[in-house]
């Protein structure tokens, strides 16, 4: 095809073959098209090569183009130049030429109208070019667009059968000399793998497939190695050897995939400048092969596959043509996001963050799949924001799924998937983050509860009518009332939630849908009865609502798991104690955790479903005297891996404490007994649990809703700071509350000479349970805290007391990270002062300091508790955060992890039930014990009880030693202060008197001072 060139042409130097390369020395297309006008040319082979150099050019500008008029710019110049041929060879070659440049103006804009000019111009000279060489090309153009068509989701697969017919046409009339025969074969395979996936497999499809690779590997052998059509060669068998592996699961198809591509992205060749290469069909060598490593990573769990495919496209990036580029950044952004569930580094998450804005901002908002692109970085942002715990995420996704609601109405398409999302992030966003104020003068949010049910509210008028799409939105709109108002103890949203599930449930049809929305009108009332005192009376509304069904039906047969729980929660209030059992087992087994990260609601609502079953199902068990079984059930609620959030890290299920059966329980408590601390809807018991056996103690007068609220009420004290007024006051009444309601009748069931271990579930492991206290006129402070009466700890479950601990040893050294004075309160003769590490813990030293058993840890950085994900609650160190989950993915075999941080143990107001805090995180993971704080007292406290603890803790455990440190310091004069600290003695008064008084004096005396900390661990 390549003809010699005469006169000026001769000394240009291009690669042979039309359409094989720009021609070097020359940018301007005007230039050439100046050429053709003035010169004759001897065949239209030569003529329409010079077209193809000056198409090439375009396309170059269309990759560098910075926006719509600079596209525009460049397809223009092939477009005034074919009118300037008004008919003849020309004018069909440069129509050709402008049908290819609109092909690639699309893979960059991904404007649909590019697209389908492209197509109409390509069809038309696949008609019109009557030469062999041209004719062959026009098929190769077409067929490579509507593959693209096809991939772009703008063309059925009609599409692909008709590229299949032109490909096959073109290389059975072609000359076997043809230069591009091998583009041919090529682009043929690529078709035949598109339809085979297509048709997932199908037996005819499938042979064919098989049969191309097999022609393409064979075609692969005869070219020159390390050449760029070998390498193109070995890039395309190596994505069909992935289409295959992602079609049947063939794990060979994955070795030699992984193999095949690391040869090519191995190979030092330049890419191909020519612009019929099939640019987005195919994706990038380094794109296919760090698929083909992550999907190795995946079924495998090797990291190291995972991190070389971050890394291959981080360089991909670099030099991937500008149309990959979206594609190849949201592969970034996911891959980062399993790469930090793997070994928890934070960096791993900034590079999503990153990678998803900039594939954002590479897209033209133009582009058709502007819409999809939204829906994906918001469920990026809603992935980050179950990880981190941090607001701006969620804002981010709240802001995102709003843009592609718009984007999708503009387009004039449904927009009921991304409205639900957007109605779910923004009540996932309430309950985290819920207003503050009284509740008898509470009012809905401005934002959140209203714009959420609007969302809900116009995605069902969207959606077809008796539809499933149209009963989800107005269930979810259902669920976001009643989980804000028991939330929150809002009447109002109970009232509005009671109002709209009776006219749904008049107006829908479906026997299922009238028995969802009986069941969840039924639960509003009750909670609104419950809120206006008369319990009684929501009890009645299950009969009521139920009309759809016979209420054994609807235990036995709900369709979707927040329906049984409901159906529990009301049988539970009837007193119907096997009815509640049967309906909390069914939600307990139903479904498996969504795995759709885009709509992070659904899972925490998955979640908080399945922990309030089992407590609901261990209360009814308890009713009915079945206390073993009543045991079990909480226990499979506190060691579940679900209480951990999301993904473990690969390889670490062993490390992580399981359920223990009771026997095994009960062989190593020795001395101690296990006290289960569980609330319910119908109220609250203890279960009891020595080697002798189990006991309970029902606590009804401390149901979830009262724990909510004085949960609630402290949290918000303690976000305020030890600095307001009403601090002191809550936290009284709070412990006072806690005597009356919940470990007062505890107290008089369990036996104080022997140690007690607390099992507290949902917002119970948010309050100090320890400072609770009653009153006594025989003591100084005329109270009497649990503190004085038992030796006491926490676990986050029974089953961390069965695991086998290890014998402390003389010869560990302590492992100190924090500030000088602890260092220095460590330094006594048990803890070898000669042994103690006194510096940063930095990221190279966690794995031998936290994976060592006899290395006790002391981190004096912030920290905080994630509440969507407890494993992702992370400690700040001086070189970033260290999460639990990287901690984790290292090892835990520390027999102590002091958190000196403030709020250590618990996180800010939440309206999200079942907090796991960070201590008890640390003790699922694998550590022993965990110290840590429910709330800063103040630097001079944390550092007395830090000196006290240390002293105590030569000779004694670390619960009894912090025990006696707490007490040493609540009982501490400012006598015994000064003698600790001399440089105080300057603030004692200057008279006699009122320094007698002074010396007198407790300065620690309040619970705010030492109730902070708790020792959490076996």
């Not at 809550?730 to 309601?741: D, H």
């Not at 003698?979 to 008064?989: F, K, N, W």
């Amino acid at each position: 095809m390549s003809g010699k060139r005469r006169g000026s042409r001769q000394g240009r130097g291009t690669t042979a073959g039309p359409g094989g390369g720009i021609p070097s020395g020359v940018t301007d297309p005007e230039q050439l098209v100046e050429e053709l006008r003035s010169r004759p040319h001897d065949s239209a082979e030569e003529a329409l090569q010079l077209v193809l150099e000056i198409t090439a050019i375009c396309a170059e500008r269309l990759r560098a183009a910075e926006s719509a008029s600079d596209v525009d710019e460049a397809l223009h110049i092939l477009e005034r130049t074919a009118q300037t041929f008004p008919d003849g060879p020309l004018h069909h070659y440069f129509a050709f030429g402008s049908g290819v440049a609109l092909l690639e103006a699309f893979k960059i804009r991904r404007d649909p109208s590019y697209l389908a000019r492209a197509l109409t111009g390509l069809r038309r000279a696949e008609q019109d070019i009557a030469a062999e060489f041209g004719t062959v090309l026009a098929r190769y153009a077409l067929a490579n667009a509507l593959l693209t068509a096809f991939e772009a989701g703008a063309a059925e697969e009609s599409a692909v059968e008709e590229a299949i017919g032109l490909l096959s046409s073109a290389i059975r009339d072609s000359d076997p000399s043809y230069p591009r025969r091998t583009d041919l074969v090529r682009l043929l395979a690529v078709a035949q793998s598109i339809r085979y996936r297509s048709q997932g497999g199908e037996r005819t499809a499938a042979e064919e497939f098989r049969s191309a690779l097999s022609q393409l590997t064979r075609q692969r052998a005869r070219e020159r190695r390390a050449s760029p059509q070998w390498r193109d060669l070995a890039n395309t068998q190596g994505w069909m050897l992935l289409v295959s592996f992602n079609v049947e699961g063939r794990q060979d198809d994955l070795e030699k995939a992984v193999q095949v591509l690391r040869e090519a992205a191995d190979s030092d060749v330049a890419d191909r400048t020519h612009v019929f290469l099939i640019e987005d069909v195919v994706p990038d060598t380094r794109r296919n092969l760090a698929e083909a490593l992550y999907n190795r990573a995946l079924r495998d769990h090797r990291s190291q596959d995972l991190d070389s495919a971050v890394r291959l496209l981080q360089t991909g990036l670099i030099h991937c043509r500008p149309a990959q580029r979206p594609d190849m950044l949201q592969f970034l952004a996911d891959a980062s996001i399993v790469l930090y569930d793997v070994r928890g580094d934070r960096s791993d998450l900034d590079r999503a963050v990153s990678a998803g804005e900039l594939a954002l901002g590479v897209l033209p908002l133009t582009s058709s799949s502007h819409r999809a692109m939204l829906g994906w970085a918001a469920g990026l942002r809603s992935a980050l924001h179950v990880r981190t715990g941090e607001r701006a995420h969620i804002d981010r996704s709240v802001g995102l799924w709003r843009e592609a609601a718009l984007a999708a109405e503009a387009q004039h398409t449904s927009a009921s998937e991304q409205l639900q999302a957007l109605g779910d992030c923004l009540v996932l966003r309430l309950l985290q983050y819920p207003s503050a104020g009284p509740r008898e003068v509470r009012e809905h949010p401005v934002g959140d509860l209203p714009t959420a049910l609007a969302a809900f509210d116009k995605a069902a008028r969207l959606a077809p009518a008796e539809s499933e799409e149209r009963h989800e939105a107005l269930r979810h709109a259902l669920l976001a009332l009643i989980l804000y108002g028991t939330s929150s103890g809002d009447a109002t949203a109970l009232e509005q939630a009671c109002r709209l599930g009776e006219d749904f449930l008049h107006r829908s049809t479906r026997a299922a849908h009238r028995r969802q929305f009986g069941l969840l009108c039924a639960r509003a009332h009750s909670a609104l009865d419950e809120l206006d005192g008369a319990p009684g009376a929501g009890k009645r509304e299950l009969l009521r609502y139920l009309t759809a069904a016979d209420q054994d039906e609807v235990t036995r047969g709900p369709e979707f798991v927040p329906d049984s729980a409901i159906v529990g929660d009301l049988a539970l209030e009837s007193k119907d104690w096997s009815g509640a059992v049967a309906a909390y087992l069914q939600a307990r087994l139903s479904g498996e955790r969504p795995t759709d990260e885009s709509r992070p609601g659904r899972a925490v609502l998955w979640a908080h479903v399945k922990r309030r079953a089992g407590t609901g199902m261990a209360y009814a068990y308890v009713r009915q005297g079945r206390l073993a079984e009543a045991f079990l059930a909480l226990e499979e609620v506190c060691s579940s891996v679900e209480s951990l959030g999301t993904t473990l890290p690969w390889g670490t299920e062993a490390r992580l404490v399981p359920p223990a059966p009771l026997q095994e329980v009960q062989r190593r408590l020795s001395d101690q007994q296990v006290v289960h601390l569980f609330t319910t809807v119908e109220g609250g018991a203890a279960l009891i649990t020595d080697r002798d056996g189990v006991r309970s103690v029902l606590l009804s007068d401390l149901d979830a809703q009262r724990v909510n609220d004085l949960s609630r009420r402290f949290q918000k004290a303690a976000n305020e700071g030890r600095a307001s007024m009403s601090w002191a006051g809550v936290l009284e009444e709070t412990c006072a509350e806690l005597w009356n309601r919940c470990l007062g009748p505890v107290a008089q069931a369990v036996d104080p000479e022997r140690p007690v271990v607390l099992v507290p579930t949902g917002h119970l492991r948010l309050l100090p349970l320890h400072a609770a206290f009653r009153q006594d006129s025989g003591t100084p402070a005329k109270r009497r805290y649990l503190l004085d009466e038992w030796l006491l700890s926490y676990a986050p479950s029974a089953s961390c007391l069965a695991t086998p601990r290890s014998a402390r040893s003389s010869r560990g050294g302590m492992r100190i990270f924090g500030c000088a004075y602890e260092a220095g309160a460590a330094a006594s003769s048990w803890l070898r002062h000669d042994d103690l590490w006194d510096g940063i813990l930095d990221r190279a030293s966690i794995p031998d300091v936290l994976n060592n058993e006899s290395c006790v840890v002391h981190f004096a950085g912030h920290g905080s508790t994630n509440p969507l994900s407890p494993l992702d609650s992370w400690i700040s160190l001086d070189d970033g955060r260290l999460t639990v989950r990287g901690m984790l993915a290292q090892g835990i075999r520390s027999p102590l992890i002091i958190l000196s941080s403030c709020d250590s143990g618990t996180y800010g107001t939440t309206a999200l039930s079942d907090p796991v805090p960070l201590p008890y995180s640390l003790v699922i993971s694998g550590a022993k014990g965990c110290v840590a704080a429910l709330w800063q007292p103040g630097d001079l406290a944390v550092r007395l009880l830090t000196t006290f603890f240390y002293e105590e803790w030569e000779s004694r455990s670390p619960a009894e030693s912090l025990r006696l440190a707490q007490l040493r310091l609540r009982d501490m004069t400012n006598e015994e202060l000064v003698t600790h600290m001399p440089e105080l003695a300057d603030t004692a008064p200057q008279s006699a008197r009122s320094r007698a008084r002074w010396a007198r004096m407790q300065p620690f005396a309040g619970v705010g001072h030492w109730g902070a900390f708790l020792y959490a661990g076996s």
